[in-house]
């Protein structure tokens, strides 16, 4: 009993044993994770609102239980939804699965990119510079402009008569 208490008073032993404790993290931590071993991340953009589960895995990419290539139609659109993933070169390691609604498909687009680039974060912190010097990680607040009293929309006005 005696041994024990001079280990606690010994300052010199406490600083050995605590960087052992905290070792620096080479794989992201499991105990991080959400519930069946994903990462979550929520994106928005306009009116559209995307929620994306990614987890390691053969690079398969579903939207709104639809193939990448079936949901978005233009080359636009696809490309903005794996550019995160082409920014931290993980096209081929993530199985991702996107949940998107409202909105029109550029809105939805932006909220997948936002999304994916969020979930990516979470699941490996080294990430967060690579996607924000690239600007993924920031939610573009352009709304649609509200119509106007006495206008016919937000900035066009109904025609002007002199006479």
Do not use: C
Not at 28 to 33: C, L, N
Not at 79 to 85: F, G, R, S
């Amino acid at each position: 009993m005696a041994e024990t208490e001079t280990k606690v008073e010994n300052p010199d032993v406490e600083v050995a044993e605590k960087p052992a404790e905290t070792k620096p993290k080479v794989a992201p931590d499991p105990t991080s994770e959400s519930k069946g071993g994903y990462w979550w991340g929520t994106g928005r953009r306009k009116s559209s609102v995307a929620r994306v589960r990614i987890k390691p895995g053969s690079g398969k990419l579903v939207v709104n239980k639809k193939e990448l290539d079936d949901y978005f139609k233009r080359a636009q659109d696809r490309k903005a939804v794996l550019a995160p993933l082409k920014t931290v070169d993980a096209e081929k390691i993530f199985d991702i699965f996107i949940n998107v609604k409202g909105g029109g498909t550029t809105g939805q687009s932006g909220a997948s990119l936002l999304g994916i680039a969020r979930a990516l974060k979470k699941y490996d912190e080294s990430y967060l510079h690579v996607l924000r010097d690239g600007g993924h990680l920031t939610r573009d607040p352009r709304m649609v402009e509200r119509k106007k009293p006495g206008q016919r929309g937000a900035r066009r006005r109904f025609q002007f008569s002199k006479r």
